[in-house]
């Protein structure tokens, strides 16, 4: 009798053990893929955080780029005042002057976000690094602080309470609340950029037809040494085109007839492509902010990524910033 309850106590026993091994193998697992799918998360923030970084530097290019525009349309105005005398009003400069400022204040505010995604992933530690904080206390004082261009539409809603929002992503050590928290912010920058695409294609517009009327003058007065669209032809060989003052009815009056034609023939055709190309950058641009909310938001979800690697309509955006 007590070797037959022994026996029993025996067999109770290896299954007691048998089970907790079996629950520990089993809590193993779950840790394991709790692990990997943590890994992951902190794969997709990572990735995320850098992709966000390329696409906002970008940003800051294509908006200094057109910084730059302004500040050579208000140069090409005085310009054609002195030189044509046409009417350039204070008030139209000081228009001008405003649109170039807040042009720039969205280029820094570009920087801002460069910098503060380029830190996101450090949030997941134990305290957020001075850098980040910084960037997000800078960005969201942007955010708050930017005004509508001139003759351009009404801000997005979503701007200003962004900028109240991402200021307290320096204390969010969660992944995914952080995400949350630049998902609105970068939501109200492609909102503003697709509101304001149409305006910044009107300014380079305006800056490259100014130009290309002033170049197009300057032809026409002989202002301009055209012998140097000889050069393509005339550098292979270590020649270098001469200056030529035509005198009436000499070969050098027929090749300075033709040599003006030629001229304004490629007044037209860079025109057009570089229009063209500002026009690409402006839609790559818009693309590649849309790209990144989709992607972002998907991490504030905890969804899958649903893409990998810089937006690829940015190029288009390098080409132009390049070119210009």
């Given amino acids: 009798m007590i070797l037959k309850e022994e026996t029993e106590m025996a067999t109770i026993g290896v299954g007691s053990r048998r089970l907790r091994a079996k629950a520990l193998r089993g809590l193993c697992l779950f840790l394991c893929f709790g692990l990997l799918s943590a890994c992951k998360t902190s794969d997709d923030a990572k990735a995320a955080a850098s992709q966000m970084a390329t696409t906002a530097q970008d940003l800051v290019a294509y908006y200094s780029a057109l910084a730059t525009v302004m500040e050579n349309t208000i140069k090409l105005e005085q310009l054609q005042s002195a030189l044509l005398g046409t009417t350039f009003e204070a008030q139209d400069l000081a228009q001008l002057q405003q649109t170039e400022e807040e042009i720039q204040k969205r280029s ?72 949350a928290l630049m998902d609105g912010t970068i939501t109200a920058v492609s909102k503003m950029f697709t ?116 937006p690829v309509s940015l190029a288009d955006v390098e080409a132009w910033v390049s070119k210009l």
């Avoid at 800078?138 to 200021?167: D, F, N, R, S, Y």
């Fill in 108 to 179: 820094n505010l570009a920087k801002s976000l460069q910098s503060l995604s380029a830190g996101l992933t450090k949030l997941t530690g134990s305290t957020a690094a001075t850098d980040v904080s910084t960037a997000a206390n800078k960005l969201g004082t942007e955010l708050v602080t930017i005004k509508e261009l001139p003759k351009g539409p009404p801000l997005p809603a979503a701007l200003g309470e962004a900028g109240q929002a991402i200021t307290r992503l320096a204390q969010e050590h969660d992944e995914r609340k952080a995400a």
């Fill in 195 to 310: 509101a304001e695409k149409p305006v910044c294609q009107s300014l380079y517009t305006t800056y490259f037809v100014l130009a290309d009327s002033l170049a197009e003058e300057s032809i026409k007065r002989n202002w301009v040494e055209e012998t140097g669209l000889l050069t393509p032809a005339l550098q292979p060989f270590g020649l270098s085109p001469a200056a030529v003052t035509p005198a009436a009815g000499t070969p050098a009056q027929d090749l300075s007839t033709v040599l003006s034609k030629y001229a304004q023939q490629q007044l037209a055709t860079q025109a057009a492509a570089q229009e063209a190309a500002q026009q690409k950058a402006s839609e790559g641009m818009d693309q590649a902010l849309q790209e990144m909310q989709k992607r972002i938001h998907a991490l504030a979800t905890g969804s899958a990524m649903p893409s990998r690697g810089s």
